[in-house]
């Protein structure tokens, strides 16, 4: 069983920061990719940053430079730390993690359940 726990969303003035977290549990073998998406109301989910196993990090155009995204192998944790916060940053932002499980050969695509950033202008 696996679950991807979030945590760190909240309101924040535009300006403020904050920092998303999101720990995997379950028995992974590997976990390939570690990212975060958003979706904003009336808008499609879209990705915010990633990281992928022997690649560079990825991030959307428009956090490049006041979004990180950070990852902790030994906890299989994946952290955005979110700066300079606009109101159009305003989403739900969900963790997302690709992974293969303990005997299992498969690679599963795993969700988060969605943590609430809200910047007020």
């Known amino acids: 069983q696996v679950q991807l726990v979030e945590s760190g969303g909240g309101l924040v003035q535009a300006g403020g920061s904050l920092r998303l977290s999101c720990a995997a549990s379950?028995?992974?073998?590997?976990?390939?990719?570690m990212a975060w998406y958003r979706q904003a109301p009336g808008n499609q989910r879209e990705l915010v940053a990633g990281?992928?196993?022997?690649?560079?990090?990825t991030y959307a155009d428009s956090v490049k430079g006041r979004f990180t995204i950070s990852r902790d192998n030994a906890k299989n944790t994946v952290y955005l730390q979110m700066n300079s916060l606009k109101p159009e940053d305003t989403a739900v932002y969900y963790c997302?993690?690709?992974?293969?499980?303990?005997?299992?050969?498969?690679?599963?695509?795993?969700w988060g359940q969605g943590t609430q950033v809200t910047v007020s202008s």
């Open positions: 997302y993690v690709r992974g293969v499980l303990l005997r299992t050969v498969v690679m599963n695509d795993y």
């Open positions: 379950g028995s992974f073998f590997s976990i390939n990719v």
């Open positions: 990281i992928t196993s022997g690649a560079p990090t």
